[in-house]
Structure formats: structure tokens, C-alpha cells
């Protein structure tokens, strides 16, 4: 059973940079049938996509946070990363990783969801 | 870009019907599919429905999705409604390349 862990300091200060680890058990990152992408969620507030990663390290970001997320993966130790550069206390949220599973149906026509989700971690910002 | 806005929140007995609305700011909303999570206080989102009305193994047919090109709007009802239900609903789709997220609805079931 495939399952998503996420890891890393619980506390960043503001102007830093917060790093997170995603890592994937029981089964491989490398499969081509999958995006890996990190979302966060405010307390008390709804989800925003931050950006995913494919097993052969093409990505795509958030537009309104582009400039300062990174997202990487290393195949080898089956894990992916989140990099959030110059935080501030608008950053504070619970970070999932999530999976996103590429489907056929009868059809032929392919879908997506998001088919597994970490637990998350909680990052607050603050001095 | 475009926008996916959802009620703040909505309530129903048990043994009702309700219906969480989605509605997109522009484009179509049939020229991408629209899923539907659930998220229980202090857990994970799960997948309720995929791919406008298709429901993953495990979610029972009380949850049906469907979409209404006249509103521009998605739509999760849950018929039969248990107290179990009362959770957070996030109505999810695609703008290219992005994934983009209802603001959430809070069912209560009381």
C-alpha cells in the first residue's frame, strides 16, 4: 500500500527559506502514471496548489508563487522536495503532498485526481 | 485564469438531501473535468468524486456529481445525509497546467 510521508522543520523564520521532503513508501516515484505535487492550507482555511513534479523532474508552479517555489525530486531515495523561499507569516499552513493519477476510461479519454495525500506537516513562519 | 467559487458553508438533517455548488468565473465548465474531495476535521482530504460524476471505489452512491453548462457550475449532492458526512467539500479542477481549488464548503449535518 502506497503511502506519502512529508518531513521537516516545524518553525522558519520569516525571510527564510522552508524545506519540506515528501517521502513515497511502497511503491516507486519513477512510475509515469503519476504527478507528485505539494499543497498547503492556511488554519482555519481552503487548499492552494503549490506545484508538481514529474518523475523526470519536469514541473509546473502555482503562477501567484513561482518565483519563489522549487520542486524537486530524487528518484533514488524515492523521494520529491518543496523549497518556499523569503517566507512570510502568510506562508503558515499545513503542507500536504499529494499524488495525482493519470486515468483512461472506456473512452479512451484520459482524467486526473488527486488519488493519495499525505498527512501534512504544519510550518508556521515566525520569529 | 479562472476562479472556482463555492457557498461558505451549508446544513441539512440527517436522511436529507444537499447539493454544494462550484461555479467557474470563465471558460467552460465542461472543457475540464471537476472532482470533489472530502475533508474530516483534522484529516486528509479523500476523493469523492472523479471526473465530474465518477465516484472512486468505497464512496457510496450517495454522493453523485454533475455539471450544468448553463450555470457554468459543478455539483456535488449527497442524498441520505449521516452525520458522518459533516466534513469540509473542495470542488478541484484543471487551467492548463494548474490545478485550481474551490475556496471549500463546510457541511453541517444537524
Known amino acids: 500500500q502506497v503511502q506519502l510521508q512529508e518531513s521537516g522543520p516545524g518553525l522558519v523564520k520569516p525571510s527564510q527559506t522552508l524545506s519540506l521532503t515528501c517521502t513515497v513508501s511502497g511503491g516507486s516515484i519513477s512510475s509515469g502514471d503519476y504527478y507528485w505535487s505539494w499543497i498547503r492550507q492556511p488554519p482555519g482555511k481552503g487548499l492552494e496548489w503549490i506545484g508538481y513534479?514529474?518523475?523526470?523532474?519536469?514541473?509546473y508552479y502555482n503562477p501567484s508563487l513561482k518565483s519563489r517555489v522549487t520542486i524537486s525530486v530524487d528518484t533514488s531515495k524515492n523521494q520529491f522536495s518543496l523549497k518556499l523561499s523569503s517566507v512570510t507569516a502568510a506562508d503558515t499552513a499545513v503542507y500536504y503532498c499529494?499524488?495525482?493519477?493519470?486515468?483512461?476510461?472506456?473512452?479512451?479519454?484520459?482524467?486526473?485526481?488527486?488519488?493519495?495525500w499525505g498527512r501534512g506537516t504544519l510550518v508556521t513562519v515566525s520569529s | 485564469n479562472f476562479m472556482l467559487t463555492q457557498p461558505h458553508s451549508v446544513s441539512e438533517s440527517p436522511g436529507k438531501t444537499v447539493t454544494i455548488s462550484c461555479t467557474r468565473s470563465?471558460?467552460?465548465?465542461?472543457?475540464?473535468?471537476v472532482q470533489w474531495y472530502q475533508q474530516r476535521p483534522g484529516s486528509s482530504p479523500t476523493t469523492v468524486i472523479y471526473e465530474d460524476n465518477q465516484r472512486p471505489s468505497g464512496v457510496p452512491d450517495r454522493f453523485s456529481g454533475s455539471i450544468d453548462s448553463s450555470s457554468n457550475s459543478a455539483s456535488l449532492t449527497i442524498s441520505g445525509l449521516k452525520t458522518e458526512d459533516e466534513a469540509d467539500y473542495y470542488c478541484q479542477s484543471y487551467d492548463s497546467k494548474s490545478r485550481v481549488f474551490g475556496g471549500g464548503t463546510k457541511l453541517t449535518v444537524l
Open positions: 470563465s471558460g467552460s465548465i465542461a472543457s475540464n473535468y
Open positions: 499529494a499524488r495525482e493519477g493519470v486515468y483512461y476510461d472506456s473512452s479512451g479519454y484520459y482524467y486526473r485526481y488527486f488519488d493519495l
Open positions: 513534479i514529474y518523475y523526470s523532474g519536469s514541473t
